[in-house]
């Protein structure tokens, strides 16, 4: 997702996992008395980079959304704190086909959603039949966007004969199975993800969750998304002041560990630096992305520093729509106009390292035996002139206002590359746009944009999850139609042997290198900052992070 998720586990654990994820797996989860007492306080402030887009997870692809919904909302599994493997959620274990085309889940009893009703095995069919008969808007890439990666295609429209998804059986009300159309050896892995979370089917017919009212609604802020979101979850949603927090309460009649705090409240501070002075001024308990220059200065503080493994990359994409950048010279000689280790050394934070493929080394597929584009300005400008660009200009796209683990200060980053490129003769018209919504939209809602920094925190460990979602059918983001490309994906994606699986990936990590979509810059290890009194945060390298277990001394 566009921020930070999934991972922890080596490959080799992955497939040992998925090799033995056809037996049953107990929940670790006890039920534990709710709230803190004594000394402790009652409410955890934290500080985010942005505001939510709105508040259902189906209809995102942005952390910050993401990270209000895992206090609210579960799916039917998770992962195990601070790991990327495997966990019981909603569901207390879970079986494959051998062929990898139907899931069967046992569901844990008792369970309700904060509204009172039952979740139940209807009630996932009920969540897998909303995303797979979205219509019209409800299926476009930027509202969306998971489930059209993942699942491929809806019930109508121009995709339906894509569609993974076949159809959802209830077989009581404590066990479900999901049939797909074809294999998908990491559905299990695909179910943590929040935009899968289980969501009210009551409340999310009384509240018009869709929006299909108009054919130019918004279902992203619908009465449901903006003021009613209700899952299942150790927190519920209380009130959210546009632009300022979103306030959440303790889930009294949660189904396992009641949150130690009563209240949590989602600060949005948008400046880096103020989120560092907030914290210092004990206005807040934590913030996410630390600014890389602040971190000394709080250690000396005494205040807590917490990383999380780099399971990320930050690239510059190239949307071959605009002019000049359908010929692949042009997208060389970008690439080779680029220096890794100056923009590394100029902005990233310590530990950040150069990358050559869409995905980090730790994922399943990567290889070193790529094509890669060394920094060489005169190659660069030796390029352009072989495709007839000595006088390119491109637009360059960067967002403002945020920060994201994979890219901490856009800003500056934009700043470090645009001289860069200037060197080997390519003007660049700056356009800068807010993140949240504006940022997203432009690049993923059309083909309006040309160059842009964007990246990918992986949701959980499978390589489809960084390349299969940025080239796996045509998008709007890259612009270009590769039948090769998109075929070897989906084939690859379907393969039940991890090793033949392994082998084809790395092929396909080879084919996207000689492309050239974009250029991968760099992978870097996000920081989280606390107070000293906050205990129990476990950082996620998926940001799986549920603050039922916080606590706060003064």
């Given amino acids: 997702m566009r921020t930070t998720v999934r991972r922890g586990m080596a490959a080799a654990a992955a497939v040992t996992l998925l090799a033995g994820f056809g037996g049953c797996v107990q929940s670790q989860r006890q039920e534990a008395s709710p709230g803190a007492t004594g000394a402790t306080k009652d409410t955890f402030i934290f500080a985010a980079s942005s505001d939510p887009v709105m508040l259902d997870p189906a209809m995102a692809s942005d952390g910050e959304t993401f990270r209000i919904a895992r206090q609210q909302f579960e799916g039917l599994l998770g992962t195990k704190p601070g790991t990327t493997e495997l966990d019981p959620l909603l569901a207390t274990a879970w079986t494959a086909s051998p062929d990898n085309t139907s899931f069967t889940f046992t569901l844990r009893e008792g369970v309700k959603f904060s509204d009172g009703t039952d979740f139940n095995a209807e009630a996932v069919c009920a969540n897998f039949d909303r995303w797979f008969n979205w219509k019209g808007i409800n299926q476009s890439e930027n509202i969306t966007y998971y489930y059209g990666k993942l699942m491929r295609g809806y019930s109508t429209g121009a995709k339906a004969k894509d569609a993974l998804y076949k159809n959802c059986e209830a077989k009581s009300a404590t066990e479900v199975t999901i049939n797909l159309n074809g294999p998908f050896v990491h559905f299990p892995d695909a179910m943590t993800l929040p935009a899968f979370s289980m969501q009210s089917p009551t409340a999310m017919k009384q509240y018009n969750a869709d929006n299909t009212s108009g054919t130019e609604s918004d279902p992203r802020f619908s009465e449901y998304a903006t003021a009613h979101p209700t899952g299942t979850g150790p927190f519920v949603f209380d009130k959210w002041e546009r632009g300022q927090q979103v306030t959440l309460k303790r889930n009294d009649n949660y189904w396992g560990d009641k949150a130690k705090v009563s209240t949590v409240i989602v600060r949005t501070i948008s400046d880096a630096k103020a989120r560092t002075q907030e914290l210092q001024a004990g206005n807040i308990d934590g913030y996410d992305l630390v600014a890389p220059a602040d971190v000394p200065t709080l250690k000396n503080a005494g205040f807590q520093i917490l990383q999380r493994p780099a399971f990320n990359i930050l690239y510059l994409g190239m949307n071959q729509k605009a002019k000049g950048l359908s010929d692949v010279k042009v997208r060389q000689a970008i690439a080779h106009a680029i220096d890794k280790d100056a923009l590394i050394k100029q ?84 356009v800068a746009n807010k993140w949240s919504p504006d940022y997203l939209d432009l690049i993923q809602g059309g083909s309006s944009h040309g160059i842009h920094l964007l990246g990918w925190t992986g949701d959980y460990n499978d390589p489809d999850n960084f390349i299969g979602v940025f080239f ?16 070897a994906l989906r084939e690859a994606r379907g393969m039940s042997d991890a090793a033949a699986q392994k082998t084809k990936y ?49």
């Fill in 472 to 487: 796996g059918g045509e998008a709007n983001e890259w612009g270009f139609d590769n039948p090769a490309l998109f075929t």
């Fill in 506 to 554: 790395e092929e396909i990590n080879k084919m996207i290198s000689d492309f050239v979509p974009g250029v991968p810059l760099t992978h870097a290890p996000p920081s989280l900052a606390f107070g000293k009194g906050v205990q129990g945060y476990v950082p996620s390298p998926v940001q799986d992070e549920v603050w039922n277990a916080v606590t706060i001394t003064p």
């Fill in 347 to 430: 902005v990233m934070p310590e530990g950040t390292t150069a990358a050559i493929n869409f995905m980090p080394d730790n994922v399943t597929g990567w290889t070193q035996n790529v094509t890669t584009y060394g920094y060489d300005p005169d190659k660069a400008k030796a390029l352009l002139k072989e495709a007839g660009q000595e006088n390119l200009t491109l637009e360059f796209n960067y967002p403002t206002g945020v920060s994201r683990p994979y890219m901490p200060s856009p800003e500056d980053i934009y700043a470090s590359l645009k001289p860069q490129l200037e060197a080997v003769g390519i003007k660049v018209t700056p």
